[in-house]
């Protein structure tokens, strides 16, 4: 258990549609990063967030979007969705700020757009 | 988006064999990272390299970071059937900003048979 929490584990939903992952960074860790994962793509970095702040920003569509609240959770919206989108979405946190190497992994959302 | 070229793509081995498997890039990364995914799970950090010919090992993983910032290779030592997954490398350019996202390989298989 890597400590980092994602919710839900799966999602199905109509194209169109707007969903919202959850995920939860383990204990004192500010950092958030956003992938998604698909079969062709590989692991794509989308977003980053540190204390609340955005940091660094990958390939995310318009339609995506994400946030940092207070306690350090982060939520990713994914809006007019398509069927492209289907994929694993991860997120990961870490204690620091662009230290990768202390990054850890939720279990991840699998989206299915039908 | 950009993406590290990873090779073999697969492979199946028996079990007690050595297994190598190289990531390479056409621009300069200041961090090499090996990641393990299992089925339905999230990547899990083996290796973090951060100096340019550094030689790592954690148990029976070995990984290199090529002398010219360019590549890594991991070796996997006499395979038992848990080390059955895909492998990630991921490189980080920098420490802050976009280039302290992680930009994934495209992973290699193992399969290991007994």
């Known amino acids: 258990d890597s400590g980092v929490t994602q919710t839900p584990k799966h999602l199905i939903t109509a194209t169109g549609q707007r969903v919202t992952l959850r995920c939860s960074p383990r204990s004192g860790d500010l950092s958030v990063y956003w992938y998604q994962q698909s079969l062709d793509q590989g692991l794509q970095f989308l977003i980053q967030?540190?204390?609340?702040?955005?940091?660094a920003k990958g390939n995310i569509l318009e339609r995506f979007s994400a946030q940092q609240f207070p306690d350090l959770h982060s939520e990713l919206n994914l809006s007019s969705l398509e069927l492209g989108d289907s994929a694993l979405y991860f997120c990961a946190s870490s204690s620091k700020e662009g230290l990768y190497a202390e990054a850890f992994f939720g279990q991840g959302t699998r989206l299915t757009v039908v | 988006g950009q993406q590290l070229n990873q090779s073999p793509q697969s492979m199946f081995i028996q079990e007690g064999e050595d297994v190598s498997m190289n990531c390479t890039s056409s621009?300069?990364?200041?961090?090499w990272l090996w990641y393990k995914q299992d089925p339905g799970e999230g990547p899990v950090l083996l290796i973090a390299?951060?100096?340019?010919?550094e030689l790592t090992s954690n148990g029976r993983l070995t990984a290199q970071f090529g002398i010219t910032r360019k590549d890594s290779f991991l070796n996997i030592s006499a395979s038992i059937p848990s080390d059955v997954g895909i492998y990630f490398c991921?490189?980080?350019?920098?420490?802050?900003?976009?280039?302290?996202?992680?930009?994934f390989g495209t992973g290699t298989r193992l399969q290991v048979t007994l």
């Open positions: 991921a490189g980080q350019a920098g420490r802050t900003g976009t280039a302290s996202k992680l930009t």
């Open positions: 390299l951060y100096k340019a010919g």
């Open positions: 621009s300069i990364f200041n961090t």
């Open positions: 967030y540190y204390n609340g702040e955005e940091r």
